[in-house]
């Protein structure tokens, strides 16, 4: 069993940043795809961005690539989200994802376990 727990959201105005962090806890394999979901009100989650603790290979969804950035302490067993040049449309509630195995992908019905989520919203 795999316990994922975010922090970082809050409220910040358009261009600002924010970084998130997911810190993992229970029985965690060494290489896990963990990923990063935001979800809009009525919308299902989508990917923002994931990585594989292993191997360190990172993914980022289109629509953020050049603003988010995903990366790890393996020491801590964290992955954070560094979120810059934020935009009103970037407001959703963000969530922490990781999978049983080590291949990422941006389907969130194939990731098991989730983390509470945590908002992010962006005035302009």
């Known amino acids: 069993q795999v316990q994922l727990m975010e922090s970082g959201g809050g409220s910040v105005q358009a261009g600002g940043s924010l970084r998130l962090s997911c810190a993992a806890s229970?029985?965690?394999?060494?290489?896990?795809?963990m990923g990063w979901f935001r979800q809009y009100p009525g919308k299902e989650r989508e990917g923002v961005a994931a990585?594989?603790?292993?191997?360190?290979?990172?993914y980022v969804a289109t629509s953020v690539k050049g603003r988010f950035t995903i990366s790890q302490d393996n020491a801590k067993n964290t992955i954070y989200l560094q979120m810059d040049s934020l935009k009103p449309e970037d407001t959703a509630i963000y969530y922490c994802?990781?999978?049983?195995?080590?291949?990422?992908?941006?389907?969130?019905?194939?990731?098991?376990?989730w983390g509470q989520g945590t908002q992010v919203t962006v005035s302009s």
């Open positions: 994802a990781a999978k049983n195995d080590d291949r990422c992908t941006s389907r969130s019905s194939r990731y098991y376990y």
């Open positions: 229970g029985y965690i394999y060494s290489s896990i795809c």
């Open positions: 990585i594989d603790t292993g191997a360190g290979s990172t």
